[in-house]
């Protein structure tokens, strides 16, 4: 039975905390890597030294960042081969540096893991998402990261599934005991500035928008798409990029010469303008269909938008009552993604004032209770300890874990 997570760790004995499997920090990139961002200063203004494991070919430099100690090590570039190659080169280093404990980001990494815990260095793994069912991967790298997911309650001290969901996912197709830590939410210095929008010819609540890397889960293009054969008058914008040549990029480029309404942005690396830009929206557009919490989900939650959703029980735990959610199933007939997106954004669209504004507030509200920085620090550094502490495999009962199977089983 997991220990019950009693708050944020209170001890005064500073940790040495090894991280890997990200690019680096800061890194606006991908969710996980923001939120290291925000994460590791933390934990340094905590009193821990922390040492990030960064990739080489990447703005990165062998010095200090906000209390955070950066080594750039060397990695071979390509979608297919950068996780794996700094993987090993990292876990080799961080064991020789003889880190108290290892924190590690990516379910690839799993056998890495095994490199510490199998000669006493603790380690810890967020295991992410479904990364095994992501579209831009090719058949081995999906086995890769399966079977990885697979042998990580072997590899590694202690498990992170970022949702309830996920843990559900991992006890029951892995046999797998799971602490449940969400991301947080980003921008606490951020505040409206309606400027950014209008600078870039937009108006205030008059467009909707879409955020994410364009790879195929994320339904990026089947949106557009579905937009495109609507003919709702407010534009729509495109934020994210591909890391490679994605034939998602392409199909919404192709749809945004064809249709004014649609205007693609890329990659806003600033955070603040990101944060203007997905509250002034109308309605924010989120269609990620692999588990398990999405980071820029739980980011537009803090700016109080107003969101339809893909429905998944992802999207479901993190949201509750407050999105309007469609689905995009082309089966049901030739039209029933489309009308269901479109009666879901047509009900924002629809709403008065003063309830718009009610449910902004409350999805705020939401992402400030469940997702504040303080409460996912605290219980990232009660597992480090907690790890560190130990021989054995550790897990703890957050409170993020309430809605899993395991737990309603135990109660």
Known sequence: MPRAFRGPHTSSTALDIGVYGARGVPSTYSGYETFLTLLLPELAKRGDRVTMYCRSGEDFTNDDWQGVHRKVLPTIPGKNFSTLSHGLVAGVAARFARHDVVLVVNVANAAYCALSRYTRQPVVLNVDGQEWLRGKWGNSAKTIFLRSAQISRHCASALIADGAAMADIYRDEFASDTTVIPYCVTNGDWTKDPATVQNLGLEPYRYLLIAGRHNPENNIDRIVRDYAAGSHPLPLVVLGTANYDSPVTTAIAELAERDERIRMLGHVGDR????????????????????????????????????????????????????EYFNLDETAGPNAGLNS????????????????????????????????????????????AAAANSRRPVSLRTRWAAGTRANAASR
């Open 341 to 384: 997106l479109d009666r879901a954004v047509t009900t924002i669209l629809d709403d008065n004032p003063t309830h718009d504004l009610h449910v902004r507030d409350q999805t705020a509200a939401r992402a400030g209770d469940l997702y504040n920085v303080d409460d996912v620090v605290g219980a990232y550094r009660d597992l480090l």
């Open 272 to 323: 603040n303008a990101f944060f203007d830009l997905v509250h002034h929206a109308k309605v924010y557009l989120h269609g990620h269909s692999v588990g398990g919490t999405n980071p820029s989900l739980v980011e537009a939650m803090g700016t109080g938008s107003r969101i339809a959703a893909f429905d998944t029980a992802f999207s479901r735990e993190v949201l509750g009552d407050n999105a």
